[in-house]
């Protein structure tokens, strides 16, 4: 296809064991099958972290990607991935995060750096343009997130800087431990921010200015006009208005937000004192958008005078308020936004944290734990101080929330006493805030997810609410409590999630109304190529099937494509009474058919000569 616009084709490889930093050239072709982003990061991954490597060791590599749409000023492409091995499920992971941090390393000229080896004292990587340094990081190191970056600002002294750093839970080995971009977006799940600590990077400081060339840039410009244009009225009195907080209450109607460790059905009182509008009102909440978003939903906070703790920074978004709101009864912002800022300042993963607290309440009920065992703390359904003390805890490895700092599976195994049971896991990873009981599709998408249970690296039940894909042959969506059509669907979630991440584009710029067409469009416009937005979507195949050959190479297998026992209780009222994603493994043979896949969940030989990937 030639050589496309809208990349620098250059990594930089950063060895901390050797204190090394190497810029490479990266070969057209891997752009041509992987784009960027997560799938030219799991390339890398695949070929050269072998498997069932020990994700603290050095050997573990640490990769942030990102794609063509960095640099370009489209809606959404403020997005960037980090790819690597997960201390949480001890596989393939991926986050993502937004701010300013990809384009302003887009800016220095590369589309990937990838982080090898492990440092003998703390230090953090610092790419002025294509200048790459590595400074001590001693004086850093035991701050939280939020002073880090501060600290780094002041320390490096210059405008445009972006910072994706870690907090106490990073170095201390939390196996939920996240990134945090720019104090207010976050790399959340799977553990990364751990990786990085044991790899003693506190923080990656970037100041890029320079844009890469597009192919054809005036209809980039048209196409970027139209979109803001379409996407700033699309959610003008919803996402614009008041940012992801407008999902709690809709969530909650259908059954979809998780109530009291997803074992109760409805919560519409609790729902109306956490959601929109009252959330921005009581919380003085204003847009903090990221780089080149006409949407906005990132949300500044500043609690009201008076309160019981001050918070001033970014506020819970609908994950963090079903978990550490509803899924553990908290109806108090309060509470929910101190617990909140402590996840994002010690740096670790709001749905995790949420869910540990959910299982400790759950746990306490059932007298499987008691005061004695958690330090005097009376962890009860509904405590606000209780959700703080235990974030604190956990955040820091420290007294009873240590339990929890190799994930739940760790912990429930410790209590024991039929605590193994509880667990709302797959792989490891802790449900996120979408009930599978409301979205059939999400039962599928969520137990063969690579990196576990996802809403994001597939979001198939905003198929199932109407967002419909024609260019792929998505013109109607499923009946939400019927199987037929749900394991097709949830492919082509999981591939368009892929592409996506490897673009990288905000998935809410697609659910918003930006179509399949446009982004095909638009990526011919950055990149000159002609692709079709099915061929576009095999590219998303190419990289999910390689996501799963690296499950596979760690042990993963079938055993591990399930859903927690609780996902098949059904509600006694409400919206899902009476439905539960039976029969399962039925459906679950379906998805590997489509797939290509045999029945022990192993891509066929066919397929992957197909992908390219024999």
């Not at 918070?311 to 978004?317: K, L, S, W």
């Not at 820091?396 to 509880?422: P, V």
């Not at 022990?600 to 390219?612: I, S, T």
Request: hydrophobic share 40%; net charge negative.
């Amino acid at each position: 296809m030639g050589e496309p616009g809208g990349y620098w084709r250059r990594l930089l490889r950063v060895n901390l064991t050797a204190g090394t930093c190497k810029s490479e050239e990266i070969p057209t072709r891997l752009l041509e099958e992987y784009l960027g982003g997560s799938a030219l990061a799991t390339r890398y991954l695949f070929d050269e972290v072998p498997a069932q490597q020990d994700p603290l060791a050095s050997g573990n590599k640490l990769l942030f990607a990102v794609g063509p749409f960095q640099g370009s000023g489209l809606p959404g492409s403020a997005k960037w991935a980090i790819v690597g091995k997960s201390p949480l499920t001890h596989t393939f992971a991926v986050a993502t995060a937004g701010a300013h941090w990809g384009v302003r390393f887009k800016g220095c000229g590369y589309e990937l750096v990838i982080i090898e080896g492990s440092s003998e004292e703390p230090v953090y990587l610092w790419l002025d343009g294509e200048k790459a340094e590595l400074r001590p990081a001693g004086h850093l190191w035991g701050r939280d997130a939020v002073e880090t970056d501060e600290l780094i600002r002041r320390e490096l002294g210059g405008q445009g800087i972006s910072i994706a750093a870690i907090g106490p839970a990073g170095e201390r080995g939390v196996a939920i431990a996240c990134i945090v971009a720019d104090s207010h977006s976050f790399a959340g799940r799977c553990g990364l921010g751990a990786v990085m600590g044991a790899k003693k990077l506190k923080a990656v400081a970037v100041a890029g200015r320079k844009n890469p060339p597009l192919a054809r840039p005036q209809e980039v410009a048209s196409l970027r006009k139209g979109l803001v244009a379409l996407l700033k009225n699309n959610t003008r009195g919803t996402m614009h208005a008041h940012g992801t907080s407008i999902l709690v209450c809709p969530c909650e109607e259908i059954g979809d937000l998780p109530v009291k460790y997803w074992q109760g059905d409805v919560w519409p009182q609790g729902a109306a004192r956490i959601g929109a509008p009252y959330y921005g009102e009581f919380l003085q909440a204003s847009p903090w958008p990221c780089a080149a978003c006409p949407i906005g939903c990132h949300r500044r906070i500043t609690l009201p005078p008076g309160s019981r703790y001050e918070v001033a920074g970014a506020g819970p978004e609908y994950e963090s308020l079903g978990m550490l709101g509803s899924c553990c009864l908290v109806d108090d912002l309060v509470y929910i936004s101190k617990a909140n800022d402590l996840c994002n300042r010690l740096g670790i993963d709001t749905i995790s944290a949420g869910a540990y607290v959910a299982f400790t309440m759950e746990c306490f009920e059932k007298g499987l734990l008691n005061e004695k065992d958690t330090d005097g703390l009376a962890v009860n359904w509904g405590s606000g101080e209780a959700l703080v003390e235990l974030v604190r805890q956990i955040g820091l490895r420290e007294g009873f929330g240590s339990l929890f700092a190799e994930g739940i599976r760790h912990a429930a195994r410790e209590i024991g006493h039929g605590a193994e049971k509880l667990p709302v896991e797959v792989k490891g990873l802790d449900l996120p805030a979408h009930d599978p009981r409301t979205y059939f599709s999400l039962a599928l998408n969520y137990a063969t997810g690579t990196r576990g249970a996802c809403h994001l690296r597939g979001f198939p039940h905003c198929g199932e609410a109407g967002m419909l894909l024609p260019e792929i042959g998505l013109s109607k969506p499923p009946d939400r409590f019927e199987w037929a059509g749900q394991a097709e669907l949830a492919i082509k979630f999981q591939d368009l999630a892929t592409v996506l991440d490897s673009l990288v584009c905000c998935l809410f710029m697609q659910t918003s109304g930006m179509s399949l067409e446009q982004t095909t469009a638009c990526l011919n416009a950055v990149t000159g190529w002609e692709l079709t937005p099915a061929e576009l979507m095999r590219i998303g195949e190419r990289g999910f099937n390689l996501q799963r050959l690296i499950n596979l190479g760690d042990g993963l297998g079938r055993q591990d494509d399930f859903l927690p026992a609780r996902m098949f209780e059904p509600a006694h009222q409400g919206f899902r009474q009476g439905k539960v994603p039976q029969p399962f493994a039925e459906a679950l043979d379906e998805y590997y058919t489509l797939r290509g896949w045999d029945r022990a969940g192993r891509p066929g030989v066919k397929k992957l000569e197909e992908l390219g990937l024999q």
